[in-house]
């Protein structure tokens, strides 16, 4: 996805009368924008991008988010960007803890800091259907 392309969605997005989106809500802006991505996903970068836990995104949450799912191929990838709050391209074990806090998850931490390879390998046996 270019930065024209995302300029042009969060510039749609603030054509919008609303404010903020619910999951679902977010799920239809996303097709009408002709990004395809499973309710689950966007339920993920929800419960991570939400920062006052109203479980809707803000115009704010949303630029941030739509710049992680552009950069991103899958689900995990999503997720490393969206915890990796620092932007360092590492996760550290505190945006773990906080990872694992707002996913609900209990992922075993033994290291300060994971790489995007070794964050997909510990989230995979929770992305599983």
């Known amino acids: 996805m270019t930065t024209d392309e995302i300029n042009a969605i969060t510039e749609n997005f603030d054509k919008l009368e609303k404010n903020e989106l619910t999951a679902s809500e977010l799920v239809d802006f996303l097709k ?5 991505m499973p309710i689950k996903t966007i339920k993920a970068i929800i419960v991570l991008s939400d920062d006052n836990n109203d479980q809707k995104i803000s115009k704010q949450e949303f630029r941030k988010v739509i710049q992680y799912i552009a950069k991103s191929h899958s689900l995990a990838e999503t997720l490393f960007h969206v915890a990796d709050t620092d932007n ?3 996760v550290s074990r505190k945006e773990m803890e906080i990872f694992n806090l707002r996913m609900g998850w209990n992922i075993v931490l033994n290291k300060e800091q ?16």
């Open 88 to 90: 360092s391209m590492t």
């Open 32 to 36: 009408q924008n002709h990004i395809q």
């Open 114 to 129: 994971y790489t995007l390879e070794e964050f997909q390998q510990m989230v995979s046996q929770f992305l599983v259907e």
